[in-house]
């Protein structure tokens, strides 16, 4: 199954208010679905892709029964979600090293929405309803409610205090619809994030033959992946050599970017197969769609590049 999507709000702390909104913290981590049946856990991105081994301690999930949950893997450090602390533990697949990363930094998966329990389909129902059985569940360790708040506008001031990334409003009465982006839940984020595909990258000026940056693109409405902007920041370290590891094998001769890369950027650029994602912190965007002052946060496995549509 893929999750339900919210709908960006049409600027940052415009989120909608009344009686029949409630509000969350927006989490800085990767959306998981926990399926527990028989005895198992299956963990699955957004993508739907089985992310299972990378959390081990999750396993206690599995003496929920039968459970469908919907919810954000995050990791915690000096009190606040980081996600590059994360990125290191999505893509782990080797057991003895994912049980050693679990046991140093633990996880916490903070479920925000249950849709199947005891054989019984819950998305149909309204989120209050859900909200009753997901709060009456005995959930193991590491694993945690998402806290509902009545005040949005109170809450936005809350997290950007606290340097979190934003606030979710949901609408109660809303059901819970697979796949969509539905406007029942609406996003605002301090500060703005997204994945995309590199295009290709820049060694180092040192002459080291080390990964100096990125080009990255989107994808459009036709499919033509469209030019987003050159990043270096974040590129440091474990994240370049990782990244560096990831491109090599995709090297091509031309350029996959449907659109004019800038001279400035192309310059000594290696192009790519556009395959890899990448998730992209940014201040905004110029009117010709270029991201500003990106700064690269890890490798995604777990979703798709955003569309070029999207702010």
Same mark, same amino acid.
């Given at each position: 199954?893929? =999750?339900?999507?919210?709908? *960006? ?31 198992? &856990?299956?963990? !699955? ?10 959390? *081990? ?17 995050? %990791? ?17 697949? #080797? ?5 050693? %990363?679990?046991?140093?930094? =633990? ?10 329990? #005891? ?30 708040? #009545? ?31 539905? *406007?029942?839940? &609406? ?10 595909? &590199? ?19 989107? *994808? ?17 370290? =474990? ?9 090599? =094998? ?7 970017? !449907? ?53």
């Amino acid at each position: 199954m893929e =999750p339900m999507l919210a709908t *960006p709000a049409p600027a940052p702390a415009a989120l909608p208010h009344g009686r029949d909104w409630v509000y969350e913290v927006k989490w800085d981590g990767v959306r998981v679905l926990a399926d527990v049946r028989d005895g198992t &856990v299956r963990l !699955a991105s957004r993508n739907e892709r089985d992310v299972t081994p990378a959390y *081990p301690e999750l396993r206690d999930l599995a003496d929920l029964g039968d459970v469908l949950l919907d919810g954000e893997v995050v %990791l915690m450090d000096a009190g606040r979600p980081s996600f590059p602390a994360l990125a290191e533990r999505m893509h782990v697949r #080797d057991v003895r090293r994912a049980e050693a %990363l679990a046991a140093a930094r =633990p996880v916490t998966y903070l479920v925000f929405d249950v849709l199947r329990h #005891d054989g019984r389909d819950l998305a149909p129902l309204p989120l209050t309803a859900r909200r009753a059985v997901l709060e009456s569940l005995p959930l193991p360790e590491h694993v945690q409610v998402s806290p509902w708040y #009545d005040d949005g506008d109170d809450l936005w001031q809350v997290t950007a205090a606290h340097g979190l990334e934003g606030v979710v409003a949901k609408r109660t009465g809303s059901t819970y619809r697979p796949g969509r982006r539905s *406007p029942d839940w &609406v996003k605002s984020a301090h500060r703005r994030t997204r994945t995309a595909l &590199v295009g290709g990258w820049r060694p180092e000026s040192t002459g080291t033959g080390r990964l100096g940056a990125v080009l990255l693109g989107a *994808p459009d409405a036709t499919g033509a992946l469209r030019y987003l902007c050159r990043a270096g920041s974040g590129l440091a370290g =474990p994240a370049a050599r990782a990244m560096r590891e990831r491109l090599a =094998p995709l090297e091509r001769a031309t350029s996959p970017f !449907a659109d004019d890369v800038p001279a400035v950027d192309a310059r000594g650029t290696i192009w790519c197969d556009p395959v890899v994602v990448t998730d992209i912190l940014y201040l905004g965007r110029t009117p010709t769609g270029r991201l500003r002052q990106p700064v690269v946060r890890g490798v995604r496995t777990d979703t798709t590049a955003d569309p070029w549509e999207q702010p």
